[in-house]
């Protein structure tokens, strides 16, 4: 049994919205090391970024936090915000650009039903970059309900996959 309301099924989250410190640093790292491309500016107070031909996957803005500082840690906020990659190579390239641009992962775990590394970006935002596993290969239990599970990733595999893929 699920829990919600199903009526709204078909429903999904469209974007992240992001206060950034500094614009054109945060627009860099999704660019440039995430891999996402600018589909649109707002002067120099916000830019909208994409993987692919939508609008925008995320927003970026400077309207209250220009020059400000991350939230302190045991305050609420978001999370993480997690970026679906369509496969394993690309997950390992992202993950490789990662390193070479000096960014450090904070985490990484084989869900089960994904394989996820987790990490900061230059704002202290949390970020998840992870690629699902096909469903059929879900792990269940014998009532057919997910297992999900917290299983070490073998980062160094995917970052060997990334690089066959290129």
């Known amino acids: 049994m699920t829990e919600g309301n199903t009526s709204l099924h078909g429903a999904r989250v469209g974007h992240a919205h992001l206060m950034v410190a500094d614009l054109e640093r945060a627009v860099a790292f999704y660019r440039d090391v995430i891999g996402m491309r600018v589909t649109a500016r707002y002067?120099?107070?916000?830019?909208?970024?994409?993987?692919?031909?939508?609008?925008?996957?995320?927003?970026?803005?400077?309207?209250?936090?220009?020059?400000?500082?991350?939230?302190?840690?045991?305050?609420?906020?978001?999370?993480?915000?997690?970026?679906?990659?369509?496969?394993?190579?690309?997950?390992?390239?992202?993950?490789?650009?990662?390193?070479?641009?000096?960014?450090?992962?904070?985490?990484?775990?084989?869900?089960?039903?994904s394989e996820a590394v987790y990490l900061s970006d230059p704002d202290g935002n949390g970020l998840e970059l992870y690629r699902d596993r096909p469903e059929a290969e879900w792990p269940r239990d014998a009532h057919g309900a997910l297992r999900l599970s917290n299983a070490p990733l073998a980062v160094e595999a995917l970052i060997a996959e990334g690089r066959a893929g290129v």
Request: net charge neutral.
């Open 43 to 113: 002067g120099d107070a916000a830019a909208f970024l994409a993987f692919g031909e939508y609008h925008h996957d995320l927003g970026l803005n400077t309207w209250h936090s220009r020059g400000g500082t991350p939230p302190p840690e045991g305050h609420t906020g978001l999370y993480h915000v997690a970026f679906l990659l369509p496969d394993r190579r690309a997950l390992g390239r992202v993950i490789a650009r990662l390193r070479a641009a000096g960014h450090a992962l904070s985490g990484a775990a084989d869900h089960g039903v």
